[in-house]
């Protein structure tokens, strides 16, 4: 079956630096996506892995290792405005399938 | 600029009644999709669309209905068999090419009065 997971919540400290981690399960993978969700707000893409390794852009950071199931998002000098919710999401292979599964969100808190 | 619309943004609803929410872009994508968003739980599926005048149920179809008579347009209508549906409701489209995000309108709060 489909399985993802994400942790519930994280607190770190403005100025400093975050992993956020995911592991999922599929039968078939085709890429992973991350978003930001502020509360009461859409979610905002943010990056997207297909490929083992690390993408990079600006102070955000993914990584991917389809081997292990996992993937992380890596915040650097964070800011307060960081504070959010963040949304893992893997695309399955199916023939045709556009679907997005997603994790339950881990609830960042920025603190001064 | 484009982009995904949805309203309204807050909605009420009497015990027994249907709503429909209300769903538009124009960013030309083939793919739209809703999704149900509780507190403390991701985000699940209701129903996706691939194209015009076709539409599949996701993981937790009952008590909705949509439909896709226009590419622009994916109207989500709560019914009243839907027993629970207080919760926060998204739209979002995508290109058919995978490598591409779902982008997101601002979503609907349903509530039960």
């Known amino acids: 079956g489909q399985n993802i997971d994400q942790p519930t919540e994280m607190t770190a400290t403005e100025g400093a630096i975050v992993q956020i981690n995911c592991t999922y399960q599929?039968?078939?993978?085709?890429?992973l996506f991350w978003y930001q969700q502020h509360a009461g707000e859409a979610p905002t893409f943010l990056s997207y892995?297909?490929?083992?390794g690390l993408e990079e852009k600006g102070r955000f950071s993914s990584f991917l290792s389809r081997s292990k199931g996992y993937s992380y998002l890596l915040l650097k000098e964070l800011q307060m405005k960081d504070s959010a919710s963040y949304l893992c999401?893997?695309?399955?292979?199916?023939?045709?399938?556009?679907?997005?599964?997603f994790g339950k969100g881990t609830k960042l808190s920025v603190i001064p | 600029d484009g982009g995904i619309t949805q309203s309204p943004k807050y909605l009420f609803r009497k015990e027994g009644q249907n709503v429909t929410l209300s769903c538009e872009q124009n960013?030309?994508?083939?793919?739209m999709y809703w999704y149900r968003q509780d507190p403390g739980q991701g985000l699940r599926l209701i129903y996706y669309?691939?194209?015009?005048?076709?539409?599949q149920k996701g993981d937790i179809a009952e008590g909705y209905s949509v439909s896709r008579e226009k590419k622009e347009s994916f109207p989500l209508t709560v019914t009243s068999a839907q027993k629970n549906p207080t919760a926060f409701y998204l739209c979002?489209?995508?290109?058919?090419?995978?490598?591409?995000?779902?982008?997101f309108g601002d979503g609907t709060r349903l509530s039960i009065l």
């Open positions: 979002a489209s995508s290109p058919t090419n995978r490598n591409q995000p779902q982008h």
């Open positions: 599929t039968s078939g993978f085709n890429g």
């Open positions: 892995n297909v490929l083992d």
């Open positions: 999401a893997f695309r399955d292979s199916g023939a045709g399938s556009y679907q997005l599964t």
């Open positions: 960013l030309n994508h083939d793919a």
């Open positions: 669309s691939q194209i015009v005048n076709d539409f």
